[in-house]
């Protein structure tokens, strides 16, 4: 099924639907995750974070139902972390490894790399927990479906449009703060904030494809590529309090120092890129756009059909 809304049908409809084919492919990718835990919790977690953003859209037509949705599934992805961000900090050092040839090549990081290969591995083995973990899931997936049916929107198109184009319009304006923030402070955390504005903005582009104004592939394109940028520097960071929490477990103070040195370099140039691509992102003005959306979305829709909300 289509991860499209179709302007030409009531929203109400549309956001169950595509709501339901979510939760339905996250409970099967928590069935998998009994036998291929790290594949199949990190697809589960990538379906949380489409519900979230999907809620997050339509959240000004129905606050309380879509708060509620919002935190139903951070709490359910929140229970499920852990063994990828494992995988991820590995990928940082194959990274570090391919950019920095001269310092790496004769194995300089490969006791660090062997040390994060057996804290993944670890509770995968063990399986501590896993079915307990996975049974909860289901459950809190299950009631999430059941409760679709209490989610109204307004379907006439003229007040579905003004809500889609809210909803988009305020995940831009807080990539927008997020970015000025980063720019100035450039904390770990503003990259993360900026990182989650990215993600949902990516899956708001996406679900508004056929009337977001164009041209729109090129900027998915960008938001795919910023998120992978982001997504490298946040592994940096977190490596970093990895190090300072758990070092001795990790490697010599000789192989830390070198990766701690690496790390520097990689995060100088990634900060860089990551607020230049951003700033060509988010630095337009909000209005036109989110105007734009909102008359694509009713020059779209089908005449007012009987029994739809108001």
Known sequence: MSYRIDPRLPVTGEIRRIAADEIGKAIGDLTASRTKPEKGLHACRKRFKKLRALFRLVRPGNEQ?????????????RSLAGAREDTALIETIDRLVKAFPGQTSAGELDAVRSALVARR?????ERIGLKEMVDAAVEACEQGRSALPGLVLPDLPEAAAEVLADGA????RRARRVLDAA???GQPEDFHEL?????AHRIHVLLL??????????????????GERLGEL???????QLIKSNSEALGSKEQLKLLCQLMRRSEKALRKQCLREAELLFGKARKPMVRKIADRYQAGASHSQPGINQ
Do not use: Q
């Open 121 to 125: 591995d670890a509770p995968v083995r």
């Open 234 to 240: 946040n592994d940096i960071f977190v490596m970093r």
């Open 169 to 172: 319009g305020k995940t831009l």
């Open 209 to 226: 494809h056929r009337f977001w104004p164009r041209p729109v592939k090129s900027r998915r394109w960008a938001l795919d590529a910023l």
């Open 65 to 77: 139902f879509c708060r509620t949705e919002n935190e139903r599934y951070r709490d359910i992805s």
């Open 195 to 199: 990182r989650k504005c990215v993600k």
């Open 183 to 185: 720019g100035k402070r």
